[in-house]
Nanobody, 122 residues
Framework: QVQLVESGGGSVQAGGSLRLSCLAS????????MGWYRQAPQSARELVAT???????NYADSVKGRFTISRDNGKNTVYMLMNSQKPEDTAVYCC????????????????WGEGTLVTVSP
């Protein structure tokens, strides 16, 4: 079982930047994919970005060009740098790991963190 702990959330003004971190309890080098989801109040959960074991990345259209996901296998950590933030980026951001197929993580070895809150003020 993999435990994921997010950090780096907080409050920022529009146009500002934050970097989220997701620390895994074990090695991430063999994990198929890791990613970030977000959920705003009264909204559905949204897949924001994913990164595969061979460093392939994908982003939601809403964050392309502003967010960058990366991984450091030596530190068992996945990061997401969020630049040019907008009020609509306000959400709880959760880290996920496991096998990724199509548009979602699948299978019994999908793990989730508790999330970290990001608030972007106008």
């Amino acid at each position: 079982q993999v435990q994921l702990v997010e950090s780096g959330g907080g409050s920022v003004q529009a146009g500002g930047s934050l970097r989220l971190s997701c620390l895994a309890s074990g090695s991430i080098s063999s994990i198929d994919a890791m990613g970030w989801y977000r959920q705003a109040p009264q909204s559905a959960r949204e897949l924001v970005a994913t990164i595969t074991s061979d460093e392939g990345t994908n982003y939601a259209d809403s964050v392309k060009g502003r967010f960058t996901i990366s991984r450091d296998n030596g530190k068992n950590t996945v990061y997401m740098l969020m630049n040019s933030q907008k009020p609509e980026d306000t959400a709880v951001y959760c880290c996920a790991s496991g096998s990724f197929l199509g548009v979602r993580f699948v299978g019994p070895r999908t793990y989730w963190g508790e999330g970290t809150l990001v608030t972007v003020s106008p």
